[in-house]
């Protein structure tokens, strides 16, 4: 197994193989810390042409369903890189987007692309398979201040598209210059066989799926309140979907607070939760 990256000029280079002890097939238990659980948001950058990104996927998918550490709520968000397609199979989930994404994350830090790549509430990053790493960073960040995000409707219009709206918190001292609200909707429950490239004759489960991401705006001081519609495919299974709304400093500051909320059901029940 080798971990690969590429450089901001889009140059694929290899490296020698890494062991990542942390490696493991489940998590042990923690007792939870007093109060709700802290959302913090875990971004992978990911594709189905890296044979190194299906173990990474599986353990944020792991990390999200068993919360095994004290104090976090793990929000996942897979993006699909395009960098890889043009070597041997074309990821359906890939997008340039993706890929400037994760290239101005680079550019803020002085850092390299690769995949697959876990960015921790917009600051640290680490292989995305290597376990201990990411609870390491999961921890760090639930300490950070937190600006309230609430994602108080989030329904489909008969066009089939997501119309959120969402409430953004007073940004107190938690932040300094210019603060964005990103609105998202990931699907999860997504597998595919894959013919060919280097996970060739697998069929891969992912990690909640970037469908769409959208920028609703700059919040102010007092916060405010924002809409944005979301594009979902018309394949997208309706119950596996969920919005993701965080807000973040635009000059590399990091993640300042995350809300999630399913859409509305038939019945038109939502959940919501910070």
């Known amino acids: 197994m080798k971990r690969r990256w590429v450089l901001s000029s889009g140059l694929l280079l290899g490296a020698s193989a890494l062991v990542v002890g942390s ?74 987007a993706w890929t400037a994404r994760q290239g101005e994350y680079a550019r803020g830090r002085g850092g390299q692309i690769y995949t697959p790549e876990a960015i921790v509430h917009g600051g640290k990053d680490c292989v995305g398979s290597d376990d201990g ?25 008969s066009q089939g598209t997501l119309r959120v709206t969402v409430h953004v918190g007073a940004l107190g001292t938690s932040a300094s210059g210019d603060v964005a609200l990103d609105v998202a909707v990931t699907e999860s429950g997504l597998h595919v066989a894959v013919p060919r490239g280097e996970n060739g004759g697998r069929t891969l489960a992912h990690a909640p799926v970037a469908r769409d991401l959208r920028r609703a705006g700059t919040v102010g001081p007092g916060g405010g309140t924002f809409d944005v519609v979301l594009a979902v495919p018309a394949t997208s299974r309706r119950e596996n979907l969920e919005i993701v709304a965080f807000v973040s400093a635009e000059n590399g500051g990091g993640v300042l607070g995350v809300g999630t909320r399913k859409p509305a059901t038939a019945s038109g029940a939502q959940a919501n939760s910070q």
Not at 44 to 50: A, K
Not at 136 to 151: E, G, W
């Open 23 to 96: 490696f493991r097939t489940g998590h042990r238990s923690l007792a939870r810390a007093s109060g709700p659980p802290v959302p913090v948001l875990v971004e992978l950058f990911t594709s189905e042409g890296c044979s190194s990104c299906p173990p990474a996927e599986a353990e944020l998918s792991r990390l999200a369903a068993d919360q095994p550490v004290a104090g976090v709520r793990v929000v996942p968000l897979a993006f699909h890189v395009d960098y890889w397609d043009a070597l041997g199979w074309r990821d359906p989930f890939s997008s340039a």
């Open 133 to 157: 790493a990411l609870q390491a960073l999961l921890t760090r960040a639930a300490q950070l201040p937190r600006i309230p995000v609430d994602i108080t409707r989030a329904v489909t219009d």
